[in-house]
């Protein structure tokens, strides 16, 4: 987890980062070539900085927002395991975040969003609270293309509306989209 501006954030997206192969200097074994393994963020953060050097790289037109986009929303799901656990896949977003980089995926994105996730903030429950937050859609491919769009997930105390609907973009266009965070009375 990331801490920003005093408020806890769930991470964007994971990288391997558990028995990851990795060459070693020479002088740290008995006989090149050296490799061994190795555990954690150390391991975990060259692969993403990795993948989005390699996607700058083969869509120079991109802008970090578009790069970011791509890697979080590419992101395989299901995938991650739980720690305490592994026989169980890890389910909950603020350790997951969207799942694991997928490059491929992320190679291949047509669509990018900014701010790649929104969050509306702690509501208290049955405060009726209605929140929106301002997005981005763009195309980020070669040719025009129409999305529908909608919000997944949530529980049955909340609902949220997506404004406008579908948008039509040429390639590199853009357009503004409000999410609405709509609290469900019971």
Do not use: Y
């Not at 692969?47 to 790069?67: C, N, Q, R, V």
């Not at 009726?128 to 997944?152: E, I």
């Amino acid at each position: 987890m990331q801490r920003v501006l005093g408020e806890l954030r769930p991470p964007d997206a994971d990288a391997p980062g558990v028995n990851v192969l990795s060459s070693i200097p020479a002088n740290a074994c008995d006989e090149p070539p050296c490799f061994a393994f190795f555990q954690g963020t150390s391991m975990a953060t060259p692969h993403l900085a990795g993948t989005a050097a390699f996607l700058h790289g083969l869509h120079p037109e991109w802008s970090a927002s578009d790069i970011r986009s791509a890697v979080v929303n590419t992101a395989a799901r299901g995938v991650l395991r739980r720690a305490s656990d592994p026989s169980l896949i890890e389910a909950n977003v603020n350790i997951a975040g969207a799942g694991r980089e997928d490059v491929l995926n992320a190679a291949e994105a047509s669509v990018g969003l900014s701010p790649v996730s929104v969050s509306f903030g702690a509501v208290p429950s049955g405060s009726g609270d209605t929140r929106t937050a301002q997005l981005t859609v763009r195309n980020l491919g070669s040719a025009g293309a129409n999305w529908t769009l909608a919000v997944n997930g949530g529980d049955s105390s909340v609902s949220f509306a997506v404004s406008p609907a579908s948008v039509a973009l040429a390639p590199g266009g853009s357009a503004p989209v409000t999410v609405t965070k709509v609290p469900v009375r019971g």
